[in-house]
């Protein structure tokens, strides 16, 4: 499944679904917020790191300082109810993260949460970058409460767009989720409107 953002996604906002030839749009009533389609080829899997690494690269997440979206559900410091994952850089594994993640649930809609946010953190460019398209493979199922690796890897990038790769393993290094995206840099910076 693959899903394209074409506007920021509002929050707590009723949006409409619909299907259209092989795609599904959602909008709202007046804007195509993203479409949803499946995949043509399943993204390839970033291979793990073990779960010392994990933690350690975690310490140097660059996010607690500085985040662009201190709020972010999955990696944000100010979330209160978040995931508060930290994926920092992996010692040798250039454009490369991890970090650990104890799942909560096996609610699989929560691997596209933490298969997103670790791509982020990928290029080191001082641009934030925002997501543009996300593509999910689930070959697995997570275990609640049994702690995970979650690592992804920068796989190219062309002037503002960065293709990456982000994959969950358990501690052994088994697939349970993999992922392809596309990040947007954002050149001027992000501005807030009052």
Do not use: N
């Not at 996604?9 to 917020?33: H, I, N, Q, Y």
């Amino acid at each position: 499944m693959a899903v394209t953002l074409l506007a920021a996604p509002p929050l707590e906002t009723p949006m409409a679904v619909a299907g259209v030839g092989k795609r599904v749009c959602v909008r709202t009533s007046d804007t195509l917020v993203a479409t949803v389609s499946s995949v043509a080829r399943s993204p390839g899997a970033v291979p793990p790191v073990d779960l010392t690494t994990a933690r350690i690269a975690a310490h140097g997440f660059p996010g607690r300082t500085g985040h662009p979206f201190p709020s972010c559900f999955v990696c944000g410091p100010d979330r209160a109810d978040g995931l508060h994952l930290a994926p920092g850089p992996v010692p040798g594994r250039p454009h490369t993260v991890a970090c650990p993640w104890t799942p909560r649930s096996d609610d699989p809609d929560m691997l596209w949460c933490v298969l997103d946010c670790p791509g982020g953190w990928v290029d080191g460019r001082p641009s934030p970058l925002v997501l543009s398209r996300l593509s999910v493979v689930i070959p697995g199922r997570v275990e609640p409460g049994a702690p995970h690796v979650v690592v992804a890897t920068r796989l190219g990038a062309h002037g503002r767009t960065v293709s990456v790769g982000s994959s969950v393993h358990t501690p052994s290094g088994q697939l349970i989720a993999t992922a392809a995206a596309v990040w947007t840099a954002v050149p001027d910076g992000l501005r807030y409107s009052d």
